[in-house]
């Protein structure tokens, strides 16, 4: 049990998550099934009040953009991508291509789809807005939660 790392668990509609928090960042939130070893005691700190409210506001088309301090702990290329992410508007969506290019490179569509599968902060880091050229693409949560991401977020064409 890592003891420098707080717990929190939260009931979305898209089940059951866990966030993360390390000293003032959240570094975690994925679905409680995703977390692997033995959590440390669940507590309630500020921050993760505000991430249950922000989540909140999120699935009930209040909230477009997560104000939450992360950090996600991945370095190089997929460090860039993920945070270039969240400049991706809700509502809209980029492929692995278009975001490889904004990142100066054009060609590491793989790289961008292969950082998009080890986001440890889902839906916060919108990976989900990143679409492959022609279909809609994966997503490390499954195409079912990706479809519901779209729909709440009202994007077409998938």
């Given at each position: 049990m890592n003891t420098d790392?707080?717990?929190?668990?939260?009931?979305?509609?898209?089940?059951?998550f866990v966030a993360l928090q390390k000293e003032e960042y959240i570094t975690g939130f994925l679905p409680s099934n995703y977390i692997k070893g033995e959590l440390s005691k669940e507590v309630v700190t500020p921050l993760f009040k505000?991430?249950?409210?922000?989540?909140?506001?999120?699935?009930?088309?209040?909230l477009k953009r997560f104000d939450?301090?992360?950090?996600?702990?991945?370095?190089?290329?997929s460090?860039?991508?993920?945070?270039?992410?969240?400049?991706?508007?809700?509502?809209?969506?980029?492929s692995y291509g278009e975001?490889?290019?904004?990142?100066?490179?054009?060609?590491?569509?793989?790289?961008?789809?292969n950082a998009c599968s080890k986001n440890p902060i889902c839906?916060?880091?919108?990976?989900h807005r990143v679409v492959a050229k022609s279909h809609i693409?994966?997503?490390?949560?499954?195409?079912?939660?990706k479809h519901k991401l779209f729909a709440l977020e009202g994007i077409r064409g998938f």
């Open positions: 790392i707080l717990s929190y668990r939260l009931s979305t509609p898209l089940g059951e505000e991430l249950h409210a922000q989540m909140d506001a999120y699935f009930l088309h209040r939450l301090p992360l950090w996600h702990g991945v370095r190089g290329f460090g860039q991508v993920l945070d270039y992410l969240s400049q991706i508007e809700y509502g809209d969506s980029l975001v490889a290019a904004k990142l100066g490179a054009p060609m590491a569509f793989r790289a961008v789809g839906i916060i880091i919108p990976c693409g994966g997503y490390a949560l499954g195409l079912e939660v």
